[in-house]
């Protein structure tokens, strides 16, 4: 039986993997299915969901992200979270070239607090000790409308905003949907991308 060999583009395959039937084992012989199925930024949870959208090598971009972090601990995260707010960004269908766009733009934001409030909208994750301070470092989901939402922090009593450090364009998210869920899922990574080190060894899961 005679045989011959094609090109496929991703974006014929997805289509094909979506029909099913025979043409989605065509497609699933040319791609991984976690290439070929449509992504919402909600899956982009960690650095290698995030590659697989940008069509990012992993491996290349972990060496690249190593060498950052022997440098200075604060360039890795920052560009690890670019990383992962880019592919959110394009998953919604945004340019990260915000240069060409006049549309709003949203930052990540965390709350600090010397006590935990007993606040519905802020998840508590972490707590760390400046000068002999303890503080609580959580993130907020709450409407953007309210006051403390992404890119609209309304700072008040001892909260406080990264929205001023993180005042960078590859850390600007396209919706406000985008930046809480960057918030919740890389709270770790957003705390020392804004203050480094400052905290030393003393931060720790609440």
Known sequence: MESRSVKLTLEKAREWYNK?????????QAFKEE??????????????????VLGYDYNKIIASLDKLSEINPIYYCQERLSIIIKACNELEGYDSDWSINNQYI???????SEERK?????????KFTIN???FYCGAYSGDANAGYGPGRFD??????SSDDYLN???LACATSEIAKFITKTQLYYLVFATFGDT??????DI
């Open 20 to 28: 099913g039937g025979e043409l989605k084992e065509v497609a699933l």
């Open 118 to 126: 007993d606040l519905s909208c802020i998840e508590w994750k972490y």
């Open 35 to 52: 290439e070929l199925k449509k992504l919402k930024f909600t899956d982009v949870t960690n650095l290698k969901v995030a590659c697989n």
């Open 199 to 204: 905290f030393g060894n003393t931060i720790e």
């Open 106 to 112: 949203y930052y990540p934001v965390f709350v600090l």
């Open 132 to 134: 002999s301070k303890i």
């Open 155 to 160: 700072a008040r009593d001892d909260l406080s």
């Open 168 to 170: 960078r364009l590859n």
